[in-house]
């Protein structure tokens, strides 16, 4: 059996590395909070940007002729009444 000193500087010692440890993972989580939620920011500010890249690009694309049998709007009848229209 160890004498009193000893016993009070190993308990103290003890407690005084469970309270570090337990800051020390508070302080480690709050900057783990703080980075998971910059990140999810981040992807939603990215997430955001492909979609505005997206419409623009939609937007500049030039109409397709719907004189185009290719094209799934092409319309037969309305081409054939506008050929009668203009003749």
């Given at each position: 059996?160890?004498?009193?000193?000893?016993?009070?500087?190993?308990y103290t010692?003890?407690?005084?590395?469970?309270?570090?440890?337990?800051?020390?993972?508070?302080?480690?989580?709050?900057?783990h909070?703080?980075?998971?939620?910059?990140?999810?920011?981040?992807?939603?500010?990215?997430?955001?940007?492909?979609?505005?890249?997206?419409?623009?690009?939609?937007?500049?694309?030039?109409?397709?002729?719907?004189?185009?049998p290719e094209?799934p709007?092409?319309?037969?009848?309305?081409?054939?009444?506008?050929?009668?229209?203009?003749?």
């Open positions: 059996m160890g004498s009193p000193t000893v016993n009070v500087v190993r010692a003890l407690f005084t590395g469970v309270v570090y440890g337990w800051y020390h993972r508070r302080t480690l989580q709050a900057a909070d703080v980075h998971k939620i910059e990140a999810a920011a981040y992807q939603r500010e990215h997430l955001i940007a492909q979609a505005k890249e997206a419409w623009m690009k939609k937007q500049a694309a030039p109409p397709q002729s719907a004189d185009d094209d709007r092409f319309d037969l009848e309305k081409l054939i009444a506008r050929w009668e229209a203009t003749s």
